[in-house]
């Protein structure tokens, strides 16, 4: 899989988009993480989609892209749901985005 680091921060949050090998296959999943190498290496939050990404960053739109062979178009991040896979989760627990942002609300 092809990470791509949109370096972008939503609160602290920076986010990697993850495509498949395939050129033509659509972006599958988005990859959160609070910043820290430990939680890159094994991401907590997961953004699951399955028609095109479309997400916003509303924070700073500066996105910086590795190997990537087409242009993501990010919007409207705000109406995505977040799995959170947490230790404590036998299975995925949907939260909106605003439960995600507050750490409190996001267990």
């Known amino acids: 899989m092809?990470?791509?680091d949109a370096s972008s921060d939503l609160k602290g949050i920076k986010f990697a988009l993850v495509k498949a090998k395939d050129k033509t296959s659509?972006?599958?999943s988005m990859i959160a993480s609070n910043g820290s190498k430990a939680s890159w290496q094994s991401p907590q939050i997961k953004v699951i989609k399955?028609?095109?990404?479309?997400f916003v960053i509303?924070?700073?739109e500066s996105l910086f892209?590795?190997?990537v062979p087409t242009v993501f178009v990010i919007?409207?991040?705000?109406?995505?749901d977040l799995c959170i896979n947490r230790n404590n989760?036998?299975?995925?627990?949907?939260?909106?985005?605003?439960?995600?942002?507050?750490p409190a609300l996001a267990c």
């Open 2 to 4: 092809l990470f791509v």
């Open 26 to 28: 659509k972006p599958q």
């Open 50 to 54: 399955s028609d095109y990404l479309q």
């Open 58 to 60: 509303s924070a700073n």
């Open 65 to 67: 892209y590795a190997e």
């Open 75 to 80: 919007r409207n991040l705000c109406y995505r």
């Open 89 to 102: 989760h036998q299975k995925p627990t949907f939260h909106p985005l605003g439960d995600f942002l507050n």
